[in-house]
Every structure is written in C-alpha cells, then in structure tokens.
C-alpha cells in the first residue's frame, strides 16, 4: 500500500487591485483621529443666556400680579376687569419709598413735602420745580438697555419704547406720581401699567 502523503488545499483566490485600494482606503478612514477643536463656539452659550434673560424677565412680571399688603404699601381699588400684565420693569411707590423691582431707588419725604415739591429737590435734576428724578432716571436707563437687548434677541424693533408697571400706594399724592411718570417717559418708556385691587361692585 503506497502513502499518498499529505494533501495540498487549493491555492485562495488573490484579490483584485481595485477591492484591495477600497479596503485600505475604509480602514484608513475607520483609524483616522478626530481633528482637534482649538476654538470656543459660544454662540450656544449666547442663546442659552438669552433664553435665562427671558425667562427671568416672565418669571418677575407673573409674580407681579400678586403684591404682598402692608401699613407702607396699599393698592387703590378698581372696578377694571382686563387682566394685569406680564411684561415690563416693576416701579414700586410706597409711603416711604421708590423701588425698582427690588432695589430701593430713594427714600420719600413726608406726605406734605410731597404735595408741594414731589420727592424733594435734593433728588431732582434742576430744583424743586423739576420733575426728573434723578436717581430713579438712572436705573430706569439700565432697566430700558436690558429691555432693547432682550427686544433684539427676540427679533424686535429695540427703538420701540418699553414698558412699566407701576404699583402706587392708593395715597400717593399726585404730584409724586407725575413725577415718576415724567422720569419714565424721559427714559424711554411709553406704556404704563397700574396695578390695583379688583373691586367686587362699583362704589356709588
């Protein structure tokens, strides 16, 4: 019996040029590193402010509708039915002083003084006479370049003025309360809102 020794597997078929340069060219491009990001894209984080900005802006004219009472601050009552609005720089006017949103702008003078010159010269920007205040002017401009940001972000005209809500004391004398609102208009706000007590019936 003769030994046919060991067999011999058929030779691979060799592959072709072509399938071979594609395969080489794939795993080249399955191995290559992701490039380096040497620069800060922030444009994200702008948008994501924005989005905060306003947010917060909402959040303080929603809870504007809701005025805690006390001896230094009362709202006058209204038979008015339309709904108080959400938007706009809060102007608080109590029987001691001026706040903006919850900052203490001045302290106000008695009610006397108040009739007669308003918030007191020593405040104006020209004398007893003026009716500019001038440190309440002064927040107002920061409050109207916040409110002109928020408006081009939004894709708003930013030339249009801005808004107000100006919760008063119901004894608030008049002459305070002109005064106040001169101080806006001067600022760049044209539309007020006042906010009052929604009365059950009218009083005859």
């Known amino acids: 019996m003769t030994d046919a020794g060991p067999q011999q597997s058929p030779p691979r078929p060799k592959a ?3 399938k071979y340069k594609a395969a080489l060219r794939s795993e080249m491009r399955r191995k ?10 922030i444009t994200a984080m702008l948008d994501i402010m924005t989005i905060i900005l306003v947010f917060l802006l909402k959040t303080l004219g929603e809870s504007s509708a809701s005025i805690p009472q006390s001896d230094d601050l ?4 209204s038979v008015i039915r339309t709904q108080p609005s959400q938007e706009g720089v809060v102007v608080t006017i109590s029987k001691s002083q001026i706040l903006v949103d919850d900052d203490s702008i001045l302290k106000l003078p008695s009610r006397e003084s108040q009739i007669q010159s308003g918030v007191g010269a020593r405040h104006k ?3 007893p ?3 500019y205040i001038t440190p309440l002017g002064s927040r107002l401009q920061e409050a109207r370049k916040t409110d002109k940001a928020v408006r081009v972000a939004k894709g708003q005209p930013a030339e249009q003025p801005s808004e107000a809500i100006i919760i008063a004391d119901g004894t ?4 305070t309360l002109s005064e106040v609102l001169f101080t806006l208009g001067q600022s760049e706000f044209g539309k007020y809102h006042l906010m009052v007590i929604q ?3 009218r009083q005859e």
């Open 74 to 77: 009362k709202l006058p009552n």
């Open 129 to 131: 006479n003026d009716l």
């Open 32 to 41: 290559a590193e992701e490039p380096d990001i040497n620069f800060l894209n």
């Open 16 to 18: 072709s040029v072509v």
């Open 125 to 127: 920007r020209k004398g």
């Open 172 to 175: 608030t004398p008049f002459r």
């Open 199 to 201: 009365a059950k019936t």
